[in-house]
């Protein structure tokens, strides 16, 4: 039989567990985001040191196979 003190500890511990495990609003922000519309398509680029980049593809027929654009940049904060 388990003891009633060997129940609590483990509940503790789990407890520990899985609120250490869990991200921040940030790090789940951090990553690329792709936005389409019926126009357009970019993409957002959130970086762990809180800067961000917006990439769009070319208005330019002829270079829109070509690389994207950096459309914008700057800091970030939750």
């Known amino acids: 039989m ?4 060997f129940l609590v500890i483990l509940t503790i511990l789990a407890l520990c567990v ?9 790090e789940k922000l951090v ?3 792709q936005f389409s ?11 762990a ?7 769009a593809p070319s ?3 002829e270079q829109s196979k070509g690389p994207w654009l ?3 940049f700057g800091t970030w904060q939750v």
Do not use: L, N
Not at 2 to 5: E, G, Q, W
């Open 70 to 72: 950096e459309m914008d």
């Open 37 to 47: 519309g019926m126009d357009a398509t970019m993409d957002y680029v959130f970086k």
């Open 18 to 26: 899985a609120t250490s495990c869990q991200q921040s609003p940030s």
């Open 49 to 55: 040191d809180h800067t961000f980049e917006v990439w």
């Open 59 to 61: 208005m330019d027929v």
């Open 2 to 5: 388990v003891s009633h003190r």
């Open 31 to 33: 990553g690329i985001w």
